[in-house]
């Protein structure tokens, strides 16, 4: 897992759009939606729910987030 890949989904987590998380990164947006892609392969899991046309992603309830935020990761800290 990389932190390239790690910054780009937790981007859009806290924005909770893939545009606006490629927005605030200075990046396009199918350069978001690659790491995130690269991200749910490692983890072999969806992390967002993606829907055409909609403006918010939905996380999945398997997402690393979700996963971090029920742990006590030392991550999070």
């Known amino acids: 897992m990389n932190f390239i890949s790690v910054e780009a989904f937790l981007s859009i987590v806290e924005t909770k759009s893939l545009s606006k998380a490629a927005e605030k990164l ?19 899991t969806e992390l967002v729910l993606r829907n055409r046309g909609q403006r918010v992603i939905t996380l999945t309830p398997s997402s690393l987030y979700n996963k971090l935020i029920r742990s006590d990761s030392p991550m999070i800290r």
């Open 26 to 44: 200075y990046l396009s947006q199918s350069t978001i939606s690659h790491r995130l892609k690269i991200l749910e392969q490692e983890l072999n």
